[in-house]
Nanobody, 118 residues
Framework: QVQLVESGGGLVQAGGSLRLSCAASVNIFSLNAMGWYRQAPGKQRDLVAIITSSGSTNYDDSVKGRFTISRDNAKNAVALQMNSLKPEDTAVYYC????????????WGRGTQVTVST
């Protein structure tokens, strides 16, 4: 079992920045990928960014050039640096981890609220 704990959410004005962090209860080298999803009220949960164990990254088009995902192997954590925030970035952000052992196992954090005001 992998436990994920997010931190760093909050309220920020449009154009501002926030940094989210997700700490894993295991060595992240044992995870095939970690990333972030978000869910706005009344909408589905969508991928924001993901980083694999080899360091490859993938971003949703809406955040490319504004958000950066990174791994901190020493802290067993993944971070999401969010710059130039827009009101449409408002959502609950969930950390995700994937592990491939005989099948794909997906683990979720409880989420952290990000609110961007105009």
């Amino acid at each position: 079992q992998v436990q994920l704990v997010e931190s760093g959410g909050g309220l920020v004005q449009a154009g501002g920045s926030l940094r989210l962090s997700c700490a894993a209860s295991v060595n992240i080298f044992s995870l095939n990928a970690m990333g972030w999803y978000r869910q706005a009220p009344g909408k589905q949960r969508d991928l924001v960014a993901i980083i694999t164990s080899s360091g490859s990254t993938n971003y949703d088009d809406s955040v490319k050039g504004r958000f950066t995902i990174s791994r901190d192997n020493a802290k067993n954590a993944v971070a999401l640096q969010m710059n130039s925030l827009k009101p449409e970035d408002t959502a609950v952000y969930y950390c995700i981890a994937k592990r491939l052992i005989g099948g794909e196992y997906v683990y979720w954090g409880r989420g952290t609220q990000v609110t961007v005001s105009t």
